[in-house]
């Protein structure tokens, strides 16, 4: 059974950082894409950041140079790292995992993070 699990999400204020990070099990980790989603109220699910099984590293517009994606294939997780964080990026944060680019792949339950004074 495929697991993917979410957390790090939280209220901060704008200027702020968060870390996500998204254990996965059930599948070989280390062969996988893993991609970080989100979805605002009212808005589609948009990607934010991608990272392959060779570990090239591709970002959304929108969180470029204010975000990080990483994997530690030991510990079968991928991270998030996000700085200057700004209320548009209010949003349930989904964890992703596939093995090709076209898959829909498998989903976490998502985190919850808040950007507000």
């Known amino acids: 059974q495929v697991q993917l699990v979410e957390s790090g999400g939280g209220l901060v204020q704008p200027g702020g950082s968060l870390r996500l990070s998204c254990v996965a099990s059930g599948i070989y980790f280390s062969i996988n894409t893993m991609e970080w989603y989100r979805q605002a109220p009212g808005k589609q699910r948009e990607l934010v950041a991608r990272?392959?099984?060779?570990?090239?590293?591709n970002y959304a517009d929108s969180v470029k140079g204010r975000a990080t994606i990483s994997r530690d294939n030991a510990k079968r997780t991928v991270s998030l790292q996000m700085n200057s964080l700004k209320p548009e990026d209010t949003a349930v944060y989904y964890c992703n995992a596939k093995l090709h680019i076209s898959d829909y792949g498998w989903w976490g339950q998502g985190t919850q993070v808040t950007v507000s004074s």
């Open positions: 990272i392959t099984s060779g570990g090239s590293t």
